[in-house]
């Protein structure tokens, strides 16, 4: 009985841990965030760690991705980045210089030709 109360001891302290992280690693990673069409041809990532955003063309169907980083007191973009041949390419860059640390921020991933944009997926209330 006592090694099970132990291993219970030890196994809710080890969640607590993961679940409140310390203030060191408050930021947010987005996760992969996928635009809106019915067969995404499009993602982005945002991750805290270097303030970095990454974006991928899914399919080869002549639409490029864009993502949008952008400040969510302002909503004015921050940085963008987007494929440039249409054919399932990823493109990454870090953006540390030009976005400061602990604000919140968001992305948004779309699809593009021609100049305009759909398809938005989004993701919003994230930490840098």
Known sequence: MRKSRLITAILTASATVLLFPTPSSAGTN?????TSDYDPG????????????KVCDEQADGYNVRIHL?????LV???TLKTNDGKGDCE?????SVVPEDIRVGIRVSLTKNGNEKFHGRKWDLIS
């Open 70 to 74: 952008f400040k969510m007191s302002t």
């Open 77 to 79: 973009d921050m940085a």
């Open 30 to 34: 987005s996760g992969w965030v996928y």
């Open 92 to 96: 990454s860059k870090s953006f540390a």
């Open 42 to 53: 499009g993602v982005g990532a945002f991750g805290h760690d270097g303030d970095w955003i």
